[in-house]
């Protein structure tokens, strides 16, 4: 069982479950690798997808070949998107958490889930802080403007 929550992770199968708090579905679209409409989706706020059914023939039949694809395998981000071959039905909203509900489903047929974005507070942790110190913390200079002004009338108040 990998799980994997990097940009750009993906996991396939004949059956994905998933929970997020925002889900979307979208038209079918007409898929030019498999040939067939496949009908996209978008989770967002926090979405988690695991494998529950796997492809019958994995290397001859995934569209990603880094895709993760065993029973159990899964990825989570802040946004998720992907696509099935099956239209998705019957979604239904559930308490994961105290505070919040989310959206729970599951996708049927040839299913593919990618991590769009990841999630804030991974990318802020300090194990990936620390295994890239070249991350900055606050990209725009105009904010760090404001830190710096803050601190300096701070000190100057302290001081009268």
Same mark, same amino acid.
């Given at each position: 069982?990998?799980?994997? =929550?990097?940009?750009?992770?993906?996991?396939?199968?004949?059956?994905?479950?998933?929970?997020?708090?925002?889900?979307?579905?979208?038209?079918?679209?007409?898929?030019?690798?498999?040939?067939?409409?496949?009908?996209?989706?978008? &989770?967002?706020?926090?979405?988690?997808?695991?494998?529950?059914?796997?492809?019958?023939?994995?290397?001859?039949?995934?569209?990603?070949?880094? =895709?993760?694809?065993?029973?159990?395998?899964?990825?989570?981000?802040?946004?998720?998107?992907?696509?099935?071959?099956?239209?998705?039905?019957?979604?239904?909203?559930?308490?994961?958490?105290?505070?919040?509900?989310?959206?729970?489903?599951?996708?049927?047929? @040839?299913?593919?889930? @990618?991590?769009?974005?990841?999630?804030?507070?991974?990318?802020?942790?300090?194990?990936?802080?620390?295994?890239?110190?070249?991350?900055?913390?606050?990209?725009?200079?105009?904010? &760090?403007?404001?830190?710096?002004?803050?601190?300096? =009338?701070?000190?100057?108040?302290?001081?009268?």
């Amino acid at each position: 069982m990998a799980k994997k =929550s990097n940009i750009c992770s993906s996991v396939e199968g004949e059956k994905l479950s998933f929970n997020t708090r925002k889900f979307n579905s979208y038209p079918p679209t007409f898929n030019e690798i498999l040939k067939i409409n496949v009908w996209p989706f978008k &989770l967002g706020i926090n979405g988690y997808v695991e494998v529950d059914t796997p492809l019958e023939d994995p290397p001859n039949t995934v569209v990603n070949l880094n =895709s993760l694809t065993a029973t159990g395998d899964s990825v989570q981000g802040g946004t998720i998107d992907g696509w099935s071959t099956k239209p998705i039905k019957n979604t239904r909203v559930g308490n994961l958490t105290g505070t919040h509900k989310a959206t729970l489903g599951t996708l049927k047929g @040839h299913s593919y889930a @990618h991590v769009q974005s990841g999630q804030r507070d991974h990318q802020q942790s300090a194990d990936v802080q620390s295994r890239h110190p070249d991350v900055i913390e606050i990209i725009n200079p105009v904010y &760090l403007q404001d830190e710096e002004k803050k601190q300096t =009338s701070g000190q100057l108040s302290a001081s009268k």
